[in-house]
């Protein structure tokens, strides 16, 4: 058992660094994946934009103008559309076998697979980050309070950490279930629902807002989009603080989950 655990802790940290920078000029590299991303995310902007307007001339009482609705929804879709697929890359693995020849290795498979992601990850929120400012800019204008945007970043960068455990552990469940496609959809539809993807959480029920607070779901989106609505200093600080927290505790489920992998591969021979 002690030795199922060695392996899984990141270690070597030059070798993922190296992984990092292939993952970034290869997805660099794939400018028509990135294109179709930014196009999906500006034909979204624009269809919400025009959609606040709307609902907005019609019901005057909602709480916030169409610059901050549109504003929270680029930051909220920036996170998503940013995260790679690593999932579907892991249960490949998992369908192929491959996965039973990465566990064992001197570096981590997991974390191997996360460093991965992450070089994709960093290239694909800059692109999209910028083209987001760029659409939502043109469609309402900036934010109320620009300031909003910096702490959208602070807190933005440790969200992309939170969704990327997430996926990494979406496709490690592949070792179990063979197709990760359902724990995706529940992730995504919870992401919906407790993260404010779409809505504010304060448009919410309070008894859900109270149930989302409780969840990681809750600092990785509304945490982060929050800001265009009413910036809060120490709000920023503490959403900061819950973040680390949901990194720490994903982080040691990953170390707990490989070793259990391994242990599965070492009982069955896989």
């Known amino acids: 058992m002690g030795d199922a655990y060695a392996v899984t802790r990141p270690r070597r940290p030059g070798k993922y660094r190296a992984i990092v920078a292939v993952a970034m000029r290869q997805t660099m590299s794939q400018r028509g994946e990135l294109l179709a991303r930014v196009l999906f995310y500006y034909a979204l902007l624009f269809v919400f934009s025009q959609l606040w307007k709307v609902v907005l001339a019609l019901d005057s009482t909602l709480p916030y103008s169409r610059a901050q609705?549109?504003?929270?929804?680029?930051?909220?879709?920036?996170?998503?559309?940013?995260?790679?697929?690593?999932?579907?890359?892991?249960?490949?693995?998992?369908?192929?076998?491959?996965?039973?020849?990465?566990?064992?290795?001197?570096?981590?498979?997991?974390?191997?697979?996360?460093?991965?992601?992450?070089?994709?990850?960093?290239?694909?929120?800059?692109?999209?980050?910028?083209?987001g400012c760029v659409a939502a800019t043109a469609l309402v204008g900036l934010p109320p309070d620009p300031a909003a945007l910096w702490a959208a970043l602070a807190t933005g960068v440790l969200a992309s950490a939170i969704g990327l455990l997430f996926i990494g552990l979406i496709g490690l469940s592949g070792l179990w279930l063979g197709d990760v496609a359902p724990a995706y959809w529940i992730w995504q539809k919870l992401t919906f629902i407790l993260g404010g993807l779409i809505l504010p959480m304060q448009i919410y029920p309070e008894w859900l807002q109270t149930i989302a607070e409780w969840t990681p779901f809750h600092s990785m989106l509304y945490g982060v989009a929050?800001?265009?609505?009413?910036?809060?200093v120490g709000g920023v600080v503490r959403t900061m603080g819950q973040q680390l927290g949901w990194i720490a505790l994903l982080s040691t489920v990953a170390i707990w989950a490989q070793a259990k992998a391994m242990r599965r591969i070492e009982e069955r021979g896989e």
């Open 226 to 232: 929050r800001w265009t609505l009413e910036l809060d």
């Open 69 to 131: 609705m549109l504003w929270y929804l680029a930051i909220t879709e920036w996170v998503i559309l940013s995260l790679p697929d690593l999932h579907v890359t892991m249960e490949k693995d998992a369908r192929t076998g491959d996965i039973a020849y990465g566990l064992p290795r001197p570096i981590s498979y997991f974390w191997s697979r996360i460093a991965e992601g992450a070089g994709s990850h960093v290239v694909r929120l800059i692109v999209i980050g910028v083209a």
